[in-house]
């Protein structure tokens, strides 16, 4: 039985290249292992799917589905609900932000997961991304709060007020970070949250301004004033998640064909 040693020297020997060296006692993987790793993890993750695809009952199977709470009070119970007229797959949800999402996504913990996009060069080389639907950044307050009664919706107006976002380092919080640095504004930030949901519960409460990323008919924000920021911050895309390489299995297909179809209901 050929040891790992001696399958990492033929395989060494195949690419002409050194694939491990050592450092001390421990002995750490070289450029050359990590860019082969990346060019054949994809390879690898499509192979594996093979046998959920060539099931013979993948009614019987679970989706495993990872979305934030805003994303599973206000979007997606009615796709889910439509979506289960035609399959009896038992889904399991779990409540992620991106960072969250990914880590399940590559441990295959989770088989798709939902989003914010990503900004410009914020992906992740193991993913695919594929577009749902269409949401814009929204300012929301109590109807008593101070901004609500003002005529502008500026950041400079914004930055006047206590804001609720969600954690540095996501999606929305690059974009609001992003925006008032290119206005030469700094942002009055008292509290962060890891879910658009409890920023709105925040700012129910009385706590602020909250900023996120969502649909203004969401019924979250039916009792609270909301204002658009799209202009200053622009819309995103809510996108679908999965392992690059990965075939999706017929009933997944469907699953995101249902959420899908909220932009053309709306």
Known sequence: ????WQHIHALE????????????RQVRPTAAAQQLYEEIDGILVQLESTFERMSR???KQTIRLVSGVRMMIEDLAEPLAHFHEQHPNRLAIRQGNERRALELLLADEADIALTLEPGLHQGSTGIHYEPAYTVEFLAVCSQ??????????SLRELSKHPLVVTAAGTHGRDALEQAFHRE???SNIHIETDNSAFTIACVAAGVGVGIL???RQGELCQKLATRSLSKQLGKRKI???WRRGRLLTEPM???IEAVKRIETEE
């Open 144 to 153: 008593s709060h101070p901004y609500a009664k003002t005529r502008s919706n």
């Open 1 to 4: 039985m050929p040891s790992i």
């Open 213 to 215: 990323a969502g649909r």
């Open 57 to 59: 009952e993948p009614s």
């Open 239 to 241: 996108v679908f998640m």
């Open 184 to 186: 030469g504004l700094v």
């Open 253 to 255: 297909l469907e699953l």
């Open 13 to 24: 020997k195949l690419y002409e290249v050194e694939l491990f060296h050592r450092v001390g």
